[in-house]
């Protein structure tokens, strides 16, 4: 366990030439070592990246605020998800891994916040692994996500994200120019090895750079 950086947060070092980085993101209640096996399942030799969430709620680990269920503190998640975006860059120089292939993969709150990272920090990651994912916020201005890929999987019986939110995240990543895919299982909340089999033959498939040029900002900045 590593406490030195901004988060508390587990590194394992990519196993081949060429790897991702995966910023693996917890779900609520979760720690850094949750998602490290599906890491290692979905993008066999690839660096490993997992910090914890800051925020406790009722001593639950969180990566940002919510008021109410599935009702969510803006100024929060901005705030929260700048600390994210700046934590990977350290860590990038920290660990020596290329920042331009950071792949975000984030379950339930995890994938909330590393959509807001999309939106929020365009640039920041190469692709994205996004399970049961919920719209994080609507974006005020246009974001360039041309050349991003993304992975989406959600459940048509999910009690806790509205059936809507799916396709409406999968229509303004599109809009931002993403190479989305959106996969539904059959099943609720909780993870299946249907998805991990549908999230690994996605990842085999995928580009895991930032574009050429593409520079990490934050949305509606001039980019200088």
Same mark, same amino acid.
């Given at each position: *366990?590593?406490?030195?950086?901004?988060?508390?947060?587990?590194?394992? %070092?990519?196993?081949?030439?060429?790897?991702?980085?995966?910023?693996?993101?917890?779900?609520?209640?979760?720690?850094?070592?949750?998602?490290?096996?599906?890491? !290692? *399942?979905?993008? %066999?030799?690839?660096?490993?990246?997992?910090?914890?969430?800051?925020?406790?709620?009722?001593?639950?680990? !969180?990566?940002?605020? =919510?008021?109410?269920?599935? @009702?969510? /503190?803006? +100024?929060?998640?901005?705030? !929260?998800?700048?600390?994210?975006?700046?934590?990977? /860059?350290?860590?990038?120089? =920290?660990?020596?891994? /290329?920042?331009?292939? @950071?792949?975000?993969?984030?379950?339930?709150?995890?994938?909330?916040?590393?959509?807001?990272?999309?939106?929020?920090?365009?640039?920041?990651?190469?692709?994205?692994?996004?399970?049961? %994912?919920?719209?994080?916020?609507?974006?005020?201005?246009?974001?360039?996500?041309?050349? @991003?890929?993304?992975?989406?999987?959600?459940?048509?019986?999910? %009690?806790?994200?509205?059936?809507?939110?799916?396709?409406?995240? !999968? +229509?303004?990543?599109?809009?931002?120019?993403?190479?989305?895919?959106?996969?539904?299982?059959?099943?609720?909340?909780?993870?299946?090895?249907?998805?991990?089999?549908?999230?690994?033959?996605?990842?085999?498939?995928?580009?895991?750079?930032?574009?050429?040029?593409?520079?990490?900002?934050?949305?509606?900045?001039?980019?200088?």
């Amino acid at each position: *366990m590593e406490k030195t950086l901004a988060f508390t947060h587990r590194y394992e %070092p990519s196993a081949r030439a060429g790897a991702p980085t995966l910023l693996l993101l917890h779900g609520t209640g979760g720690n850094e070592d949750d998602l490290l096996p599906l890491g !290692r *399942m979905i993008a %066999p030799g690839a660096a490993l990246l997992s910090p914890r969430g800051k925020v406790l709620e009722n001593g639950a680990p !969180r990566f940002f605020r =919510r008021l109410a269920e599935g @009702v969510f /503190d803006l +100024q929060d998640l901005a705030a !929260r998800t700048d600390e994210l975006a700046d934590f990977v /860059d350290s860590a990038a120089v =920290r660990y020596g891994f /290329d920042p331009a292939r @950071v792949v975000g993969v984030g379950y339930s709150n995890g994938a909330n916040i590393a959509s807001s990272l999309l939106f929020r920090r365009p640039g920041a990651l190469a692709a994205a692994v996004l399970f049961r %994912p919920m719209v994080p916020f609507e974006p005020a201005t246009a974001v360039d996500l041309r050349g @991003v890929g993304v992975f989406m999987s959600s459940g048509r019986l999910d %009690p806790i994200v509205p059936l809507e939110h799916p396709e409406r995240l !999968r +229509q303004l990543l599109s809009d931002a120019g993403a190479d989305v895919t959106l996969h539904w299982h059959p099943g609720g909340h909780e993870l299946s090895d249907e998805d991990l089999v549908a999230a690994r033959e996605w990842v085999e498939g995928a580009s895991m750079s930032r574009p050429p040029g593409r520079k990490v900002r934050r949305a509606g900045s001039s980019g200088s």
